[in-house]
C-alpha cells in the first residue's frame, strides 16, 4: 500500500484505482480547472470517515498545515453518504478565505493539534453544507470551516482530495516520512516546470 502505514485514508489516489477514478473524474477535474488553469496535478486524498459520537473538528483554514510555494490550491470535497446537519456535515464562513488567521492549539479535536484563533473573527454567517451522495463543493485553502460530532447511529463517509497547477512546488520532507514514494499525478494537460517527483496512476486507474 502507498498510503501511509498507520492511516489506510490518506493518499490512496497512489495504490488504489476507485480512489483515483473518483479523485479524476471528469465533473470535478473540469471544475478544478476553470479556476487553477488546463495543467492540474494531484497531490493529496483523505477519506474522511465521521463516525457516530466521533469528536468535531475545529475550525481551521488548509493552508497553515500545507507546505507549498505559491500557496495555491483547490480542494473538492465529495459525499460518499448524505451529509446533513444531523450526521455533522461541514460549515464554512463565506469571505473568510480572503484572511489568513492565526493558529492555537486544540484539545479533545481527534487529529488536530492546532486550531484557527477566531477571538476577534465573527463566525456568526457560518451556513452548512448539506450534500447528496454523489456531489460536491470546492473550496479555496483559507476557507474557514469545522465540522459538529456525528450524533447519528451511523458513520458517513467523504472523500477530500487536493489539486495544484505545475508552478506550485511542495515541501516534501515531511510528506515523504509518512507517504512512501510520494509523488504528484499529472491529472489534466502537461508539467513542464516538473518541480514535484511523479507518481503514476495505480493499475486499473487509467
Not at 510555494?69 to 480542494?75: A, F, G, Q
Not at 450526521?87 to 464554512?92: F, K
Not at 464562513?93 to 477566531?118: E, K, M, Y
Request: charged residues 20%; aromatic residues 8%.
Amino acid at each position: 500500500m502507498s498510503g501511509r502505514a498507520d492511516d489506510p485514508f490518506v493518499d490512496r489516489h497512489l495504490d488504489d484505482p476507485v480512489t483515483y477514478k473518483l479523485c479524476t473524474a471528469p465533473a470535478i477535474i473540469e471544475r478544478i480547472a476553470a479556476l487553477l488553469g488546463p495543467d492540474l496535478l494531484l497531490w493529496h486524498s483523505r477519506y474522511f470517515n465521521k463516525p457516530a459520537t466521533g469528536p468535531p473538528i475545529p475550525w481551521h483554514q488548509d493552508a497553515p498545515f500545507w507546505n507549498m510555494e505559491p500557496n495555491n490550491c483547490v480542494s473538492a470535497w465529495l459525499a460518499l453518504d448524505d451529509v446533513t446537519q444531523a450526521n455533522g456535515c461541514v460549515y464554512v464562513v463565506p469571505g473568510s478565505n480572503q484572511t489568513q488567521l492565526p493558529q492555537i492549539p486544540s484539545q479533545d479535536t481527534g487529529r488536530f493539534g492546532r486550531q484557527a484563533d477566531i477571538s476577534e473573527y465573527d463566525v456568526s454567517s457560518a451556513i452548512p453544507l448539506e450534500l447528496p451522495r454523489g456531489e460536491f463543493y470546492l473550496f479555496h485553502r483559507l476557507l474557514l470551516h469545522r465540522s459538529d460530532s456525528n450524533p447519528g447511529s451511523g458513520s458517513r463517509l467523504a472523500l477530500s482530495m487536493q489539486f495544484i497547477s505545475p508552478e506550485v512546488e511542495l515541501g516534501l520532507e515531511k510528506r515523504k516520512l509518512k507517504v512512501r514514494d510520494f509523488g504528484v499525478q499529472l491529472v489534466r494537460g502537461q508539467d513542464r516546470l516538473q518541480l514535484n517527483p511523479r507518481a503514476e496512476a495505480p493499475l486499473g486507474g487509467n
